[in-house]
């Protein structure tokens, strides 16, 4: 099976960078996804690793590093729209997205 | 406008009722899933379908239904609700089975559903 880690709060100052991590374990791995959601909303889709390295799409980028089973989202200058629940979500080949059980990031002035 | 969307927004039923959750799509996406939230738990997939009559089970199957006789309808049925199964439902699509770099699933607004 798989198994992803990543913190369940991270708080953060308006204007600043913060960086939520995620572990996983699983075999015939494709990919790694991130997806926001916020209170009351639908997930939506942020970005998508399948090599390794940093993918940027304004504000936000993430990392994947394959050998190590790990990936992270980086948020920068950060806004008060930020504040909202994150997950990361391993693709492996055919079968559906298992997704982490998600990181609450609060933005405070 | 295209999308996916789920009705109904809420629902409100009685242990041992049956009930349907409903999941419409325009997309044409082969690839359907159904996902609970509860906290504590992220979203756990409940069944997905890779095509019209083609469906299997996900990680938490058990007291659900689905069917899909039309690629763009995917629905849910609880046969036999109980409490357990109060949770927030989420519907979502995919082009294929492959994630596609650009998009990622997309997912319906969600049905929050009460079993009292």
């Known amino acids: 099976g798989q198994s992803l880690e990543q913190p369940s709060e991270v708080t953060a100052v308006e204007g600043a960078i913060v960086q939520i991590n995620c572990t996983y374990q699983?075999?015939?791995?494709?990919?790694l996804s991130w997806y926001q959601q916020h209170d009351g909303g639908a997930p939506t889709f942020l970005s998508y690793?399948?090599?390794?390295g940093l993918e940027e799409t304004g504000r936000f980028s993430s990392f994947l590093s394959r050998s190590d089973s790990y990936g992270y989202l980086l948020l920068q200058e950060l806004q008060m729209k930020d504040s909202a629940s994150y997950f990361c979500a391993v693709e492996t080949g055919n079968t559906p997205l298992v997704f982490g059980k998600g990181t609450r990031l609060s933005v405070i002035a | 406008d295209a999308g996916i969307t789920q009705s109904p927004r809420y629902k409100i039923t009685e242990t041992g009722r049956q009930v349907t959750l409903m999941c419409h799509q325009t997309w044409s996406h082969s690839y359907m899933f159904w996902y609970r939230q509860d906290l504590g738990h992220g979203l756990r997939l409940i069944y997905y379908s890779a095509a019209a009559d083609i469906t299997d089970k996900g990680e938490v199957p058990d007291g659900y239904v689905v069917s899909r006789s039309k690629t763009e309808n995917f629905p849910l049925t609880l046969e036999s609700a109980t409490r357990s199964q109060t949770s927030v439902y989420f519907c979502a699509s995919s082009i294929d089975g492959q994630i596609e770099p650009n998009y990622g699933y997309t997912f319906g607004s969600g049905t929050r559903l009460t079993v009292v």
């Open positions: 690793n399948a090599l390794d």
């Open positions: 699983t075999s015939g791995f494709y990919g």
